[in-house]
C-alpha cells in the first residue's frame, strides 16, 4: 500500500480556514486508500500564545537565561499543542488518529539540544499504528536522545522531521504543504510575474534555499535526495499540484523535466563588500585576513585573491567586527555596505555556454554595474547594490524567459 | 543532608509577585544547605494560556473528541512550561537548575490515561542530579508507562507527584505551597473566626478533604502517611510556618499536639434527603433501593435503614437519576433538596463523651433542625438546610472553641 507523508507548517493549522484545508488534504488521501504520517510545527503566527516564538517570549524577561536542555523541553509543547488539536479535528470527523512525539516516533538525535541530528529513526511504533489503519500525526522539530532526553532540530526542522520519517518508511512521496503553490522562479515580492515551477531537482532546491530561496531546508532535502524519496512544494489553501522535487534522471523519466538553462534565481540583501589593496607587498595578506575572519567565525563569500590584494563579501551582521578586525591587522580596507548578491540558479546550465553573457547583457542594459561575479556548474552569482534588486530580478527573469515558464 | 521537596501550584507562578514568593522559599531552603526537589503543577489560573483548562480549551469546539491519551499530550505541556519558566528564573538569579519530566523523574505509572496511578518512581535521574548540586523541577501531575506512554495523574495530581517523589527519596518534608495559611479551623468564607492549625494528623486531613474542605488530596496524604513523611500545608506569600501533618504520635513526640476533642469543621452543599417509607412491608425494600442506586453509580450518604423504611442522601447532580429509579420501582420517595453536611472532624474525640452533646446543644440554641447524623470515631456528621449552613457552621465553630486555636 502506498505511504504519504505529508508536512503542514504552523499557520496553516491557527485558523479555521487553515484546519478546513488541512483536514481536506488529508482525508483525501486516506480516502484514497494511502497509508498516511502527518508531521505538524507549532501552531499559529509569532505572537500568537503557542507559538514558538510565544513560547520563548515566556523566558526572554528573565534573560533568556535558560539551559539548551529545558528550551528544548519548553518548545517540544508548540509541536505537541499543534498535533493533539489536529487529533481533536480528525477524531470528531470520525477519523482514528494517534499523536507520536519525536521521541515515541522512534526519531532518535544525539543531544545537541537546540540543533540536533537525527541519527536513527526506530521505525515499529510508527508502523504499528499504520497497520491498525490509523492516521500517525507526529511532532515535528523534535526528537530524543537514547537517555530519553528531548532534543529539538533547529530551524527548518519540521521539514526534516517529514523527509526523514518519509525515508525511514520508504514513503512514496512527501508532501510539504506550504502557503505558496510550489516553487517559484523568483520571489513574487520582487518579481511581478514569478510562475510556480513544475519539477525541480533536489540540487536546485538545495541551491535556492542556500542562496536566500525560503523554500524547504536544504537538510531536509539532503534526506530525501539520498533516501531517493520524492518530495512535493505545494500549497495548503490551492488544489495545485505544486511543485515535484526529485532526481533529475528521474524527472526525465516521468518526461517532466524541460531542457532548461535557468530554472530560477534567488537573492540575500544585506551584503557588505570589503577590500583590502596590497600596498606593502606582503607575501601572506590573504593568509591574514581569513585566519583572522575564520577565528572570529565570519562567513565569507565572493572570495576574490588577486597578487594586487582581495575582495570579499561579509553580512551585515558581521561587518563591525570585520572591519575592527582588519584594522587590527593595520589594514585600510575599502567597504561598499546595502550590496544584494543575486544567484541564477539552473541544473541545466553545466556546459551550456552564453549563460554569463545574457546576465551581463541584462544587466548592462539596465545600466546595472556588477560589482564582483561567481560561478559553479549549476549557479552564476552576481553582486549587485540593493538599490538596482528589484530592476535586476526582473531584469533576468525576463530575459531567461522564466515568465514564460 | 537534608532532602525537602516543595510544591507549587499554578497561580503562585503566574504573576510577578507569586514567582517572587516561589523563588524566595527555594532559595531559603537552598542556602539553608537543603537538597530540593520542586514539583510545579501547570501556570496561571483558568482563562490563562497555559492553564490546563484553556490547553481544554483549544479542542473543546471539536467535541472533546480527542483520545485520553492525546489529552493527557497535551495537558502535560502546562506543567512543563511552568516548570521551564521556573528553570529560567533560577538560573537569572545564578542558581542551577534541571528540569525533569514525569517521565525522565522516573515517575512510572499504569496506562489509565487521565487518573493513572503510580507504579513505581525509580530515583536514579532524580538523585544523580541533587548530588551535582542542582535544584531539581518535577513536572507535577503526570508520569510514563513502561512503554514510554506520557500519562497524567487527574486532579489534585500534583499533590500526588510532591509526596510520591517525597516518599521515594526519603525526604525530610514534603512542603506543599497555597494561598492559605496552611489548613484552617473552618472555610473562611463562611466562619468569620477561622483559624489556622498549627498541626493535624494524617487521618484528620484526610477526614477534612473527603468531608468537602479544600486541602490537599487524599490520595497524596496516604502516600505521605503510608512513608511516615511529614508534610507543611504553608503559604506561599507569607512567612507562616503553616500546618504540619503527619501521625498523631509524632506530633506528641514533638509536643506540639495539644489535646483537643475537635480540630475542625468541614462542609458540603448541594446535599438531597431522600426517604422510602416501606408502606407494603416489603421484606426487601432496602436491597432493592441501595442495589439500584449502585448500578447506576450514584454515591449515597447518610444511609438510615430501619424497619419502616430507609433514608439518605445524594448530590444534587445525582436527584434526577435517584428519584427516576426510585419511581421506577414504584416507590413515592420524599424528597428534601438544598441540605448541607456538616463534619466535625477531631482525631481525639473518639471516646469522649459528651462531641454529640455540644452540637445538639450548640444547634438547638441557635434553632437548627438536625434533619439526621452519623458518626465514626473521629468524626460527626450533621444534615442540616443549606439555609442553616452559615449559622450552624459559626455555632459549632464558637461552641467547640475553635476561634481559640
Redesign the interface.
Known sequence: MELIVQKFGGTSLSDEQGRYHVLRHIIREYEAGLNIVVVVSAMGRSGE??ATDS?LE??RH??????S???D??L??GE??S???L???L??KGFSS??L?G??AGIMTDDRFGSARIIDIKQHKMRRQLEEGKIVIVTGFQGMTTD???TTLGRGGSDTTATAVGAALNADIVDIYTDVDGILTADPRWVSDAKPLAAVSYEEICNMAQNGAKVIHPRAVEIAMKAGIPIRVRSTFSEGEGTLVTHTQALRNKGIWFDRTVTGLAHVRGVTQLGVINHDGLADLQLRVFRAMARHEISVDFINVMPTGVHYTVSEDDTPMALQLLQGLGFEPHIRKGCAKVSVIGGGMNGEPGVMAVIVEALTNSSIPILQSADSNTTIWVLISENDLAEALQALHTAFGLHLT
Chains 1, 2 share one sequence.
Open positions: 500564545p503557542y513560547l515566556l523566558v528573565n534573560g533568556n537565561s535558560l539551559p536542555r529545558e528550551r523541553l519548553l517540544s509543547c505537541l499543542i498535533a493533539t488539536v487529533c481533536s479535528l477524531h470528531a494517534v499523536v512525539t521521541g515515541q530519553g532526553e528531548m
